[in-house]
């Protein structure tokens, strides 16, 4: 096998990846039993490769890709220069005869060949265009840097390539036939053999997708509390949210990777932003850099324009011609991706999410036709199909017709005309019932403000999920519109936010031993970032600022629990997920008194039964014991007859009725010996409280073929996706439940709460010496209701740890934006941590918060 010098390479002596002051927990490994893989430098770019060549399909797809890459930049740019100078458009549009030495006037025909200019003629035209030149060494310059990162590529993914053959036991030519989570089990088997990890004993599923998506959560969390991306108010158009491929990449760029960022590498964020002390001047600093990247932006607007117009027509034009309503077909926005995904959520299994929820998605926006624009589209397009009509007809009649000038295209803008016109004519059988379409789509997309419920019929809320769901033609053009948006966003309104990026990225950042610098929201932690309107009542610790909006915690615990069925979650998380299998438990339980309307359960699976869900699947998942929460599929043994065991109540009654039972437990028998050993322990008791979902496919080795593997694995996967919908809704209820009967509870002391604020002596206000962002805390934070008030050992990076005394009260909430987080006018006023006075941190060693995952 040939050998290439990659940085994956077994460095004796480099311990680069390690956590500042970890050096003491490195795993002896005696010299002659350390293999090829043994102490990967870094680990995040090594597990990103993995997770790439297996979703590219294995190594030869991903090269085919990468070769046509570089050929599509070389003949989008070399095709352009050819129609731009070489074609003689007055021979092509029939303005100048052509004169054939060899033939007659009369019998001659205009070829193509004969549009093109001569060789010498298209060569000095080319010479002497400066523009042209400077577009040409531009491109050639950019080429040159992505053939470098191909070869080098190449080379990185080679040695992936030899990982999985050598090291998992994979066939490239099997890869396609494995799921991610069977391919995620055989590294952590090969861990304790391999020790590619060398401050860790064993790897867990989070130490892995936290190398995969270190950047990706801290965007995540930065969006969820509102802080990205920009928001606009526009006259006509009302509040506007762009956040375009090219921004992203800017901002990835600011903070991540490019020159001067927040991060020294991949896993560290640099010393100086881990205290409090200078963060006026890294505000500063950041400020200045963000603005020399907006100027550069700027500089280069128009050649990113002008391959951005190029691209989009090369890859849009044909599509559009064939399928003229595809411009009115919708897409999920890069905002809706980010504000939809779970922390800790790869990208197969988002888009897999929002795949689902399509067509729901599709229907609802659908119910909010215009009368009056359905009136006009009929009209058009009854007179533009009667003028084809007539056209058709006489084309099938005499084919002479076409030699007729602009019959042709005449034939082709009435097609596209008729075609848009019936896109906007709603089915005669559609039923308009929103409400009902509502709850399916948040039974995949899993995030939807509270203001939506109830309100699904309102225009206001279609508006806002337009923001999430837009159409592609509106997506087509604010990527048009990026390059030159793009770089005022940045000069004009992302510097103003400096210093509250920067006390983001100190307050919620955490060191985890084994793994570096993570997103502190990453970690799923429900006592620091839980919220009690979202079952975390009792058991959160986290402050108004702490924690995560819209319920992000709770569902992304959720989510990964039921993804990563072998994944043991730290106390105050299995707390919460135990709570709530019991609580799904007593009231399937406890259905036959329950009226079936006001059941949560009954409720959240009556929301989900469409044409688009596997009945079966939800049938199936509430009968299997113990509860909704923990369906075993073979894990303990075999499965035994639950079709008596639930016959009392009422809720599983109804759901049986959907499908035969005896199907899902025959699938759960004919699975259960595929499971691939993962320890010699038992399952984890936290882990298997959430068991149901695929957990023998995913960690299952493929069967008797590799169709039979992968059928295995995508049936179970439908139960896991299933199993996620249904526990959305239910916690989306509760938490719908709850709200109501906090505003119920707090109407009459609201005014008097108020008026008593207005009464705070001045000297209790927070200092006005002292600088504040947007999203750092201020002097008196107050705790939710029913939070405990325990002091805490834990520290991020600025100290920003709760230091309050007596009993707890409500805590005041500001004005919600419409798609989570605060209003930009109230987050002045919140009230947060302690803030340590300036300078005061410099005296001190860092505050480090340290977590330590069970192996």
């Not at 903070?255 to 006026?280: A, D, H, I, M, Q």
């Not at 203001?451 to 033609?473: M, V």
Request: charged content about 20%; aromatic content about 10%; overall charge negative.
């Amino acid at each position: 096998m040939a050998h290439f010098d990659t940085e994956y390479q077994r460095l004796e002596a480099s311990y680069n990846d390690s956590p500042p002051g970890e050096e003491d927990m490195l795993v002896h490994v005696p010299e002659g039993t350390k293999s090829q893989w043994h102490h990967i430098e870094n680990l995040d770019l090594f597990f990103q490769r993995v997770y790439n060549l297996h979703q590219k399909n294995g190594f030869t797809c991903m090269l085919l890709g990468e070769i046509f890459e570089l050929v599509q930049l070389v003949f989008v740019v070399a095709f352009t220069v050819f129609l731009a100078n070489c074609v003689d458009y007055d021979i092509l549009f029939a303005n100048k005869m052509v004169n054939h030495t060899h033939h007659t006037q009369e019998t001659s025909k205009v070829t193509l060949p004969d549009a093109f200019l001569p060789v010498n003629i298209c060569s000095a035209r080319i010479r002497n265009n400066v523009f042209v030149i400077f577009i040409i060494v531009i491109a050639g310059v950019f080429w040159l840097h992505r053939l470098v990162k191909f070869i080098y590529n190449i080379c990185c993914f080679w040695e992936i390539r030899s990982f999985y053959i050598n090291a998992l036991k994979i066939p490239m030519a099997d890869l396609p036939y494995f799921t991610w989570q069977e391919v995620q089990a055989r590294i952590i088997e090969i861990q304790k053999e391999h020790q590619i990890c060398i401050h860790k004993k064993e790897l867990t599923e989070l130490d892995i997708y936290h190398r995969i998506l270190r950047f990706k959560n801290y965007m995540v969390a930065m969006v969820n509390k509102s802080l990205l991306p920009i928001r606009f108010s526009m006259p006509l158009l009302g509040d506007v949210v762009f956040y375009t491929r090219g921004l992203k990449y800017n901002f990835e760029l600011i903070f991540f990777w490019g020159p001067g960022s927040l991060f020294e590498n991949e896993w560290s964020l640099k010393p100086e932003y881990k205290r409090g002390g200078n963060r006026l001047e890294l505000a500063d600093k950041l400020s200045n850099r963000i603005l020399w990247i907006g100027v550069a932006n700027l500089l280069l607007c128009p050649v990113i324009l002008i391959w951005q117009i190029l691209y989009a027509f090369f890859s849009y034009t044909e599509v559009i011609k064939r399928e003229p309503g595809s411009l009115g077909a919708r897409c999920w926005s890069l905002f809706g991706r980010c504000y939809l995904r779970h922390f800790n959520e790869l990208d197969h299994e988002l888009m897999s999410r929002l795949s689902k929820g399509y067509k729901a998605s599709s229907k609802y926006m659908n119910c909010f036709m215009s009368p009056l624009l359905t009136v006009v589209a009929k009209n058009v397009a009854f007179f533009a199909g009667s003028i084809l009509a007539v056209l058709i007809a006489l084309t099938i009649y005499d084919e002479d017709v076409l030699a007729v000038e602009h019959v042709l295209t005449s034939i082709t803008l009435l097609g596209v005309c008729v075609t848009i016109c019936r896109s906007f004519i709603p089915d005669k059988h559609m039923v308009f019932c929103p409400e009902q379409l509502l709850k399916v789509i948040l039974a995949h997309i899993h995030y939807m403000p509270d203001h939506w419920q109830g309100n699904a019929h309102r225009y206001e809320t279609r508006d806002e999920f337009s923001q999430l769901f837009q159409y592609k033609a509106v997506f087509i053009l604010e990527e048009l519109l990026s390059p030159v948006i793009t770089p005022f966003i940045l000069i004009f309104c992302l510097r103003r936010k400096s210093l509250e990026i920067i006390d983001f990225f100190r307050n919620f950042t955490v060191e985890v031993v084994g793994v570096g610098d993570t997103c502190s929201f990453a970690q799923m932690d429900v006592r620091q970032h839980g919220h009690p309107a979202w079952m975390s009542a009792g058991k959160t610790e986290a402050s108004i600022y702490q924690q995560a909006e819209d319920g992000k915690t709770e569902l992304s615990l959720m989510h990964f629990a039921i993804t990563n069925p072998h994944w043991q979650p730290p106390r105050e998380s299995t707390h919460f997920i135990s709570q709530l299998k019991e609580r799904v438990q007593r009231e399937v339980a406890t259905g036959q008194q329950v009226p079936l309307p006001d059941n949560h359960l009954f409720t959240s699976i009556q929301s989900i039964q469409s044409e688009s869900e596997p009945h079966s699947l939800i049938a199936n998942l509430l009968v299997g014991p113990p509860s909704l929460a923990s369906l075993h599929l073979g894990r303990d043994g075999p499965v035994p007859n639950h079709a008596s065991s639930m016959g009392s109540s009422d809720v599983a009654s109804a759901l049986r009725s959907l499908s035969p039972l005896s199907t899902s437990q025959h699938l759960r028998g004919s699975y259960t010996s595929t499971r691939l050993p993962r320890s010699d322990t038992a399952p984890p008791t936290g882990a298997r409280a959430m068991a149901g979902s695929g957990t023998d496919a995913r960690t299952a080795s493929s069967g008797s073929s590799a169709w039979e593997g992968q059928m295995t694995s995508l049936v179970l996967s439908e139960y896991a996706s299933t199993e996620m919908s249904i526990h959305a809704l239910y916690i989306h209820e509760l938490h719908q439940q709850q709200s109501r009967n906090d505003l119920s509870r707090h109407t009459w002391h609201r005014q008097e709460s108020d008026e008593s604020s207005e009464s705070i002596p001045e000297d209790c206000e927070a200092p006005r010496t002292l600088p504040r962002s947007n999203t750092f805390p201020s002097t008196g934070t107050q705790r939710q209701e029913g939070a405990p008030l325990q002091p805490t050992g834990h520290r991020r990076y600025g100290g920003t740890t709760d230091a309050l005394s007596g009993p707890p009260r409500p805590a005041p909430r500001a004005p919600r934006l419409p798609m989570g987080g605060w209003a930009e006018e109230a987050q002045a006023g919140r009230q947060h941590d302690t803030v340590p006075e300036e300078g005061s941190e410099d005296e001190l060693p860092p505050q480090i918060h340290k977590v330590h995952r069970p192996q």
